[in-house]
C-alpha cells in the first residue's frame, strides 16, 4: 500500500478509491455509495483527516452532497408515504369492518332487551342476583346492564329511579364478585368481552363529568360527583375513567403548524372513541385541582417553572427565541396552562386509582411528559406527567409503582427521577441503535440499571435495529418485563403511553401492530389488582395513535384482547439485548436468574 501523503499534499480521489477497493472487507468502505463522483466525499471529517484527503470542501462537493441528502430525503418520503397509505386502507377496512359487526350486534340487542326484560317507558326492573342463575338470567342481567350503560348519555340528567336501579345492580356485580372471590373461583369470560373479576377489571360504567372548580393541591379528599335529581352522588367504583385537558386545544405548534405533536392527535382518538362508543362506556373528567407549587417544585426547579409560567406575557418572536434554547421543543402563550393542567390531570387520576374511588384510568392529555427534565424542556415535552402520577400514587399510600414505557423514544427524565428510589421500578423498552438513536444517550443502554438504593431498579432494553416487530415486543414481555412484574407485585402500574412504536408512525420505524399493547395491560391487571393508569405520551401517525388507544381502553374497560398472529420470529439482535439485560439485573431479580441458570444449561 501507498505511503500516507503529507497533509499539504492530499491525494488524487482516485488513490482513495483504490484503497478503498484494496479492502473490500472494511466497513468503511462497504458503507460507501458507489457513485461517479469519488468515495472519499461520503467520509466524515475525521475519517477524511486519518485518510489524508482535505477535509475542505470546495462549492462543487458541496452542491453534490446536498444533491444527494435531497435525492435520499425524497425517497425516504416517498416510501413512508406509500406505507402509510398501505397501513391506513389496512385499519379503514377494519374499521368498516368493525362498524358493520356493531351495528348488527346493537339490533340484537335491542331485539333482545324488548324480547327478555320487557322494558316500559325507559326503565328496567333490576334482576334479582345470585349464584344460581339460569343462563337465560345471566344475559337478561348483562343485557339490563348494557341498556342501563346507555341511558346515562353525556349532559343528560337521570332520575332519581334509574339511578337507584343503576347503583342496585353494581352493587349486586361488586358482591358478586367479592363471593367469588372468597370462593376461591374466577368469573368466566365471554366471548362477547364482558366483565371478568379475576383480573380486577370492572365492568364498564356510565359518562360523567368531574366536580367544577379547581384547588390549589392534593390535600383534600377529592370525589368525582354526578349530579341528578337525587343530588350529588359519588362516582361508583366500575367503569374506566378519561381524563382530558381541555386547554391543549390551545397549545399548538405555531412556527411548524404541520407538526405532528399538535391537537388533531386528541381530536382523533376521541373521534374514534366516540365512533366505536367506547366514551359511552367511560367517565369523562375535565376538571381537577391544580397541581401545587410544592409539588411541581419535587421535580422542576422554580427558575424553570417561572420561564414556562412567563409564556404567557410574551410575544411569539420572544417565545421562539426561548425555545431554541430546548431540545425540540415548541413553545406558544398557551404552553404552561396546557401542560399544567395535563399533569394536574394524571396526578389527580392517579390519587382517585390509589384511593380506590376509581378502578383505572387513561390520561389522553398533551402536551406528553417523559422527556421533560427538571429545569428545561424536551423532546415535545414541558412537565414531566408520570413522575407526578407516580409521586402522588406513593403519597397516598402506594409501596411499590411500576412504571411500564413503551414510547419508542427513551424517558430519560423518568429514569433520572427514579434513578435512586427502590420505590419506583422504571422499564423502559425503545429504539437506540446503539445510541444513533434520539435522545442519543449512554444512559439510556442495558447497563444503566439504578445506583444506591434504586439499583436494579431501573430497567432498560435497547432496540438496535428499526422495523422490529410484535415478535421481538412479545419476547421482550414474556422474558424481561412480565418476570420482573410478577416478583415486584407492584401496588400501581403506570403506563408511559408512547404509539409512535406502532407501525406506519414517521418518527418511530416500527412495526409494531397497535393491538399488542393491550396484552400487556391485560396481563400485568391481576399483578396489581387491577390499579392501571395509562398516560398518553407520544405517537404521531394519528390513526394509528386511535387505534392503539382504542383498544386499550376495551381492555381497561373488561374486554379480551384481540388475538395477534406473529409472522415472524424476534431479531437475533433482540434475543442478545434480552441476554444483555439478563446478566446485569439477574443478582437483582430472582425470576432472571432462573432464566440465565435455564439458558446456561
Not at 470546495?58 to 435531497?70: D, H, P, R
Not at 427502590?422 to 435522545?439: A, M, Q
Request: charged content about 25%; overall charge negative.
Amino acid at each position: 500500500m501507498a505511503t500516507r501523503p503529507k497533509e499539504d499534499e492530499p491525494p488524487p480521489v482516485s488513490e482513495v478509491v483504490s484503497k478503498l477497493r484494496e479492502f473490500e472487507d472494511y466497513n468503511l468502505a462497504l458503507s460507501l455509495q458507489e457513485q461517479e463522483f469519488g468515495h472519499h466525499y461520503n467520509l466524515n471529517r475525521t475519517e477524511r483527516k486519518i485518510m489524508g484527503v482535505d477535509t475542505k470542501k470546495s462549492k462543487e462537493e458541496q452542491m453534490l452532497e446536498k444533491k444527494y441528502a435531497l435525492e435520499k430525503r425524497v425517497a425516504e418520503a416517498r416510501e413512508i408515504a406509500i406505507r402509510d397509505e398501505e397501513v391506513a386502507r389496512q385499519f379503514q377496512r377494519e374499521i368498516e369492518a368493525e362498524e358493520a359487526r356493531r351495528k348488527v350486534e346493537q339490533a340484537r340487542i335491542d331485539e333482545e332487551l324488548a324480547k327478555r326484560l320487557q322494558l316500559t317507558e325507559g326503565h328496567a326492573q333490576p334482576i334479582t342476583s345470585g349464584h344460581d342463575l339460569t343462563e337465560d338470567e345471566r344475559i337478561a342481567r348483562e343485557l339490563q346492564e348494557r341498556y342501563l350503560r346507555r341511558l346515562n348519555k353525556p349532559n343528560r340528567r337521570l332520575d332519581e329511579e334509574v339511578q337507584n336501579q343503576l347503583d342496585i345492580l353494581r352493587a349486586q356485580n361488586m358482591a358478586n364478585g367479592q363471593n367469588q372471590g372468597q370462593a376461591g373461583s374466577s368469573s368466566t369470560v365471554h366471548s362477547n368481552g364482558s366483565y371478568h373479576s379475576e383480573f380486577g377489571l370492572p365492568p364498564p360504567s356510565s359518562l360523567v363529568t368531574g366536580p367544577n372548580g379547581r384547588d390549589s393541591g392534593f390535600t383534600e379528599n377529592l370525589n368525582v360527583t354526578i349530579t341528578g335529581q337525587s343530588g350529588q352522588k359519588k362516582i361508583p367504583a366500575g367503569g374506566t375513567t378519561i381524563g382530558l385537558n381541555e386547554s391543549q386545544q390551545s397549545h399548538r405548534p405555531l412556527v411548524f403548524p404541520n407538526h405532528p405533536e399538535c391537537p388533531k392527535r386528541i381530536e382523533k382518538i376521541l373521534e374514534r372513541l366516540e365512533k366505536t362508543r367506547i366514551l359511552e362506556a367511560c367517565q369523562i373528567v375535565k376538571h381537577y385541582p391544580n397541581i401545587s407549587l410544592d409539588n411541581l417544585l419535587s421535580f422542576h426547579s422554580e427558575q424553570y417553572i417561572e420561564k414556562i409560567r412567563s409564556l404567557s406575557t410574551l410575544n411569539q418572536d420572544h417565545i421562539n427565541t426561548i425555545a431554541k434554547n430546548f431540545d425540540s421543543v415548541q413553545l406558544c402563550p398557551a404552553t404552561f396552562e396546557a401542560a399544567l393542567d395535563g399533569i394536574s390531570c394524571c396526578g389527580y387520576l392517579a390519587q382517585l386509582i390509589q384511593e380506590g374511588q376509581i378502578p383505572n384510568g387513561f390520561a389522553i392529555v398533551r402536551p406528553p411528559g417523559h422527556h421533560a427534565l427538571h429545569d428545561e424542556a424536551n423532546g415535545f415535552c414541558i412537565f414531566n406527567n408520570v413522575v407526578h402520577a407516580a409521586k402522588v400514587a406513593l403519597g397516598y399510600g402506594a409501596k411499590r409503582v411500576l412504571i411500564v414505557d413503551f414510547d419508542v423514544h427513551h424517558g430519560q427524565s423518568t429514569q433520572r427521577a427514579f434513578y435512586k428510589d427502590p420505590r419506583v421500578t422504571y422499564f423502559s423498552i425503545h429504539r437506540y441503535e446503539n445510541g444513533l438513536y434520539w435522545p442519543h444517550l449512554e444512559e439510556s443502554n442495558f447497563n444503566f440499571i439504578g445506583e444506591d438504593e434504586g439499583r436494579g431498579y431501573n430497567i432498560n432494553v435497547p432496540i438496535n435495529e428499526t422495523h422490529a416487530k410484535d415478535a421481538d415486543y412479545n419476547f421482550i414481555f414474556w422474558n424481561i418485563l412480565f418476570p420482573i412484574a410478577e416478583e415486584l407485585n407492584p401496588d400501581f402500574v403506570l403506563f408511559s403511553a408512547g404509539f409512535d412504536s406502532c407501525m406506519g408512525d414517521p418518527l418511530g420505524q416500527m412495526d409494531i401492530s397497535p393491538l399488542l399493547y393491550p396484552h400487556w395491560i391485560y396481563h400485568l391487571a391481576p399483578i396489581c389488582k387491577g390499579k392501571i393508569l395509562v398516560v398518553l405520551e407520544g405517537g404521531y401517525h394519528h390513526e394509528m395513535l386511535a387505534i392503539g388507544v382504542e383498544k386499550c381502553m376495551r381492555v381497561l374497560l373488561g374486554e379480551l384482547p384481540e388475538t395477534i398472529e406473529f409472522s415472524s420470529e424476534p431479531k437475533e439482535s433482540t434475543i442478545l439485548t434480552c441476554l444483555n439485560v439478563i446478566s446485569v439485573l439477574k443478582d437483582y431479580w430472582t425470576n432472571l436468574g432462573r432464566f440465565s441458570k435455564k439458558w446456561a444449561e
